[in-house]
């Protein structure tokens, strides 16, 4: 699908966004270990959560769409059955990852395949730690997609994970919850905390540190009510854009500010940001809060280390806002971007650079050389990945000139009301 994009003078209003995708997935994978029924409100209806719930369908899982949201009637670790054909995850690597240390320890035979993308995304990472465990997964030899999983009894181990990330950590969570003795896990820095949360409140025996989770198997998890609040990934959209276009002010209503997702908000006003948290509260164990951005004068920034897992899926969208500041920024210790549905690193480089801007790609990261007001309409193209066209969108929103968006159907991957939101925003620009 190709769509053609023109400057805005003027983001105003209230708005909200799409539920959040990683709760989304967690919701409904943890409801369905329960025994009894749990209900997730505010569900997002996207192609990678959807992935989750048909495959959870063919594993016996039952779930119903009543209003407000899904019910599942989790059916307990020994209620799923083997699948009667391949799992088809899509596009959605998280589907992959959390089902291969989920069907781990189950004893029947799992196969987990996807689209051409997900199968050139690496899964040797969630494969090496789940053997450790007594796992039996093949993949091909270059240790990708698809996976094959004959369920075996795990062992708990005590495993540093090689980089901060949260699905390879509930990957494992997932497996030691079916293990016999202790997992105990440790990452370089901290991802998001989704599952920990979770889990804890559906009572799980989590023992949590600064550094470390300590997992005790043999508790039986408990149906939960989860209300899945808006997605940060999908506000900082919306944020950066509100705050690039001269004269603008944007709510954005009860979107999830967990503090392992707030990366985006601290660098955007490291740079010069006008963003304001207001009515804060905690909602289903999830930090929530309004988010209202006004236009500022951005400036370049550099970033790097711990803050980089806490805004991985933003980074995309922080390089247009650097692209578009005044001065020099730098990214940094973000080389997980290059085995995502693209390799972001050079896509949101590529696409930048047609429309003008100054982006080197680094090894781990990116060299930008803001330019405001430089940026000037073009023909770019989303590669398929949603995040880049959702970036490219708002790229297009201060340039100079009509921009011609190819392949604007990645967003129906996490964010399918982008188009009509956006629309709702600028039809009077």
């Not at 990957?171 to 804890?200: C, I, K, N, W, Y």
């Not at 982006?359 to 590669?383: D, F, M, N, Y």
Request: charged letters at 20%.
């Amino acid at each position: 699908m190709e769509l053609r994009l023109s400057p805005c003078k003027a983001l105003r209003g209230e708005i909200t966004v799409s539920a959040d995708k990683s709760i989304s997935h967690r919701a409904l994978i943890f409801s369905s270990l329960a025994r009894g029924k749990s209900r997730v409100q505010n569900f997002l209806q996207a192609q990678d959560t959807c992935a989750t719930l048909r495959c959870l369908g063919r594993l016996g899982v039952d779930i119903k769409s009543e209003k407000p949201g899904l019910i599942i009637s989790g059916t307990g670790w020994e209620g799923l059955k083997e699948a009667d054909d391949v799992l088809d995850c899509g596009n959605s690597g998280t589907t992959m990852r959390l089902l291969a240390g989920l069907l781990a320890g189950r004893p029947f035979l799992s196969i987990l395949s996807g689209d051409d993308s997900l199968h050139r995304r690496p899964m040797q990472r969630v494969m090496e730690p789940l053997r450790m465990m007594g796992a039996a997964v093949y993949a091909r030899q270059d240790g990708r997609a698809p996976l094959v999983i004959m369920g075996k009894q795990l062992r708990g181990i005590e495993y540093r994970l090689p980089v901060a990330s949260a699905q390879l950590k509930t990957a494992l969570l997932l497996a030691g919850l079916q293990a016999e003795g202790q997992t105990v896990l440790s990452e370089p820095q901290p991802s998001r905390d989704h599952s920990e949360r979770m889990l804890s409140a559906m009572g799980a025996d989590l023992i949590l540190t600064s550094d470390s989770i300590t997992l005790n198997p043999g508790r039986l998890l408990e149906p939960q009510d989860f209300v899945v609040p808006g997605d940060i990934s999908s506000a900082a959209y919306f944020m950066v854009a509100a705050s690039l276009i001269p004269g603008s002010e944007l709510l954005i209503k009860g979107v999830g500010v967990n503090p392992t997702r707030t990366g985006i908000i601290e660098v955007l006003r490291r740079m010069g940001a006008d963003i304001v948290l207001e009515h804060q509260q905690v909602v289903g164990g999830e930090p929530v809060a309004d988010v209202l951005v006004r236009s500022a004068a951005l400036h370049g920034t550099s970033v790097g280390g711990s803050i980089i897992p806490r805004m991985i899926d933003e980074v995309p969208i922080l390089a247009v806002a650097m692209a578009a500041a005044d001065g020099e920024s730098r990214i940094d210790d973000a080389g997980e971007l290059r085995v995502k549905e693209s390799d972001r690193l050079a896509a949101i480089s590529t696409q930048l650079n047609k429309m003008g801007a100054c982006v080197e790609e680094l090894p781990q990261g990116l060299l930008i050389t803001g330019k405001p007001q430089h940026l000037r309409g073009a023909e770019v193209h989303s590669l398929g990945d949603h995040r880049i066209a959702m970036s490219l969108a708002v790229a297009a929103l201060v340039a100079r000139g009509e921009t011609l968006l190819k392949g604007a159907e990645a967003v129906d991957i996490s964010f399918p009301r982008f188009w009509q939101l956006l629309e709702s925003l600028t039809r009077n620009c």
